[in-house]
């Protein structure tokens, strides 16, 4: 079973508008981490926005915010307010385990493409 | 800083060729990974250290030998490379302490292909 499902291939957006990019994930652990990184078409892969399992608000870097329903294991990012400079690949990622030693590790969903219409 | 550099950013080789992709980080931080990054695949583990002398394999380690004697540098080395390897491998390094934000850091990049 896929530990990280990213289910949106690509999605459209239309400037100045919110858009939702989807992530479930399965772990058996209590103590994760859940990351969201971004790939511009120059191919180098920006950390976005990062949320532990045990946190319980969701969380917010500008404009980018993580919608986290720790029971549904999903962890959705949503971007606000869309910029044409937003069009990139969308990774969600999980750290499984406490921070540290081995648990370094992240397992990446398969991405979606987000491109942003003006 | 320099941050995480990789070279080469381009290598074509040849099948049965081996090449070592360099890594190197500037921030000493204790983990360095590899990943490799196939289209439709997202990016997937191949190795990791989580210090000096410390490795261990991820997800897809055939194929690649890595070695950590320095804290800086974690070389990858393909011994013979085969199409299959055609890949854009992505170094990335994570200080200790951070809490349960370990964010990784990650190079540039080396986009690989074997014909």
């Known amino acids: 079973a896929q530990k990280i499902t990213q289910t949106q291939p690509g999605m459209f957006v239309q400037e100045k508008e919110a858009v939702t990019l989807d992530c479930t994930y399965d772990t058996s652990d209590q103590s994760y981490g859940l990351f969201w990184y971004k790939q511009p078409s120059s191919g180098e892969m920006i950390f976005l926005i990062y949320q532990g399992s045990y946190d319980e608000q969701n969380a917010t870097e500008g404009r980018y915010s993580l919608n986290f329903q720790k029971a549904r294991k999903s962890a959705n990012l949503v971007i606000s307010a869309s910029q044409l400079g937003d069009s990139a690949m969308y990774f969600c990622?999980?750290?499984?385990?406490?921070?540290?030693?081995?648990?370094?590790?992240?397992?990446f969903g398969k991405g979606t493409l987000l491109t942003v219409n003006p | 800083n320099a941050g995480v550099t990789q070279t080469p950013k381009f290598q074509v080789l040849k099948t049965g060729q081996s090449m070592t992709l360099q890594c190197a980080q500037d921030?000493?931080?204790?983990?360095m990974s590899w990943y490799r990054q196939d289209p439709g695949m997202g990016l997937r583990l191949i190795h990791y250290s989580v210090g000096a002398g410390i490795t261990d394999q991820g997800e897809v380690p055939n194929g690649y030998n890595v070695s950590r004697s320095t804290t800086e540098d974690f070389p990858l080395r393909l011994l013979s490379a085969a199409p299959s390897q055609t890949s854009v491998y992505f170094c990335a390094s994570s200080p200790e302490g951070q809490g349960e934000l370990d964010e990784q850091y990650f190079g540039p990049g080396t986009r690989l292909t074997v014909t």
């Open positions: 921030m000493n931080h204790e983990y």
């Open positions: 990622a999980m750290r499984e385990g406490r921070s540290g030693g081995s648990n370094y590790k992240l397992t």
